[in-house]
């Protein structure tokens, strides 16, 4: 009987720790311009963020032009960021992306590491203007671009994007140097070495309507 009862307090305390990976959340599906959280730039300095950005229903809705991005006012470096996006049915796919470890001067496109998802190319990873990272060989290759700097691309394993008008999931994992990608359930890319691991966290805006919703931010603790 003591047995049992110690065993049963120990599955207690292991029901009790599900979750305690994470600390503070921040979910945005209600209040997706919360402009506590978001601030925004443009290309055109005269652009203000309800000429891109708008919010139906609990859908955050970029219409694409000008090139821009939201950006968290806050940085975050270990955390778990989940979202959900699609293309409009009446207007097709295009270009757009997820921007995590943001940092310097803001500009198209800022020092960050890119979960793409540019139609064809979602789950790819790019290393923007220097940014670092490294990836499997046969997946990774390194540029230098007269315009956007030093780029390092990680091709994803797999294509899973859900054709326009239905909803795909991202989730990114961001736990110390390494960042990990899931799409609609599966893991379909994985960098190491990225440096920096703190910054800022972005949407873009790159010439193409595009739909977010249930934007999930939690922050990893117990490192």
């Known amino acids: 009987m003591k047995r049992l009862a110690l065993t049963l307090f120990a599955m207690l305390i292991c029901l009790a720790c599900i979750g305690c990976g994470t600390d503070k959340?921040?979910?945005?599906?209600?209040?997706?311009?919360?402009?506590?959280?978001?601030?925004?730039?443009?290309a055109d300095p005269g652009c203000k963020?309800?000429?891109?950005?708008?919010?139906?229903?609990?859908?955050?809705?970029?219409?694409?032009?000008?090139?821009?991005?939201?950006?968290?006012?806050?940085?975050?470096?270990?955390?778990?960021?989940k979202l959900q996006w699609r293309w409009p049915a009446d207007k097709g796919p295009g270009k757009g992306g997820v921007l995590i470890h943001m940092t310097g001067d803001h500009k198209v496109w800022p020092k960050s590491l890119e979960a793409q998802i540019n139609a064809g190319d979602a789950g790819d990873f790019w290393g923007l203007d220097g940014y670092e990272l490294s990836g499997p060989l046969g997946r990774t290759r390194a540029i230098d671009h007269e315009k956007f700097g030093r780029l390092t691309n990680v091709k994803k394993t797999q294509a899973l994007e859900k054709p326009a008008g239905q909803w795909n999931?991202?989730?990114?994992?961001?736990?110390?140097?390494?960042?990990?990608?899931?799409?609609?359930?599966?893991?379909?890319?994985?960098?190491?070495g990225c440096t920096p691991i703190k910054g800022r966290i972005c949407l873009t805006s790159e010439?193409?309507?595009?739909?977010?919703?249930?934007?999930?931010?939690?922050?990893?603790?117990?490192?």
């Open 207 to 223: 010439g193409n309507e595009i739909h977010f919703r249930n934007i999930e931010i939690a922050t990893l603790t117990g490192k």
């Open 169 to 192: 999931s991202y989730e990114i994992r961001s736990d110390g140097g390494t960042v990990t990608l899931t799409i609609n359930g599966i893991v379909v890319n994985q960098a190491t």
């Open 49 to 81: 963020m309800e000429d891109v950005w708008s919010e139906q229903g609990g859908v955050l809705i970029c219409s694409g032009s000008p090139l821009g991005y939201l950006y968290s006012q806050a940085d975050f470096d270990d955390f778990v960021l």
């Open 25 to 42: 959340n921040h979910r945005l599906a209600d209040a997706s311009l919360d402009t506590d959280f978001w601030s925004f730039y443009c």
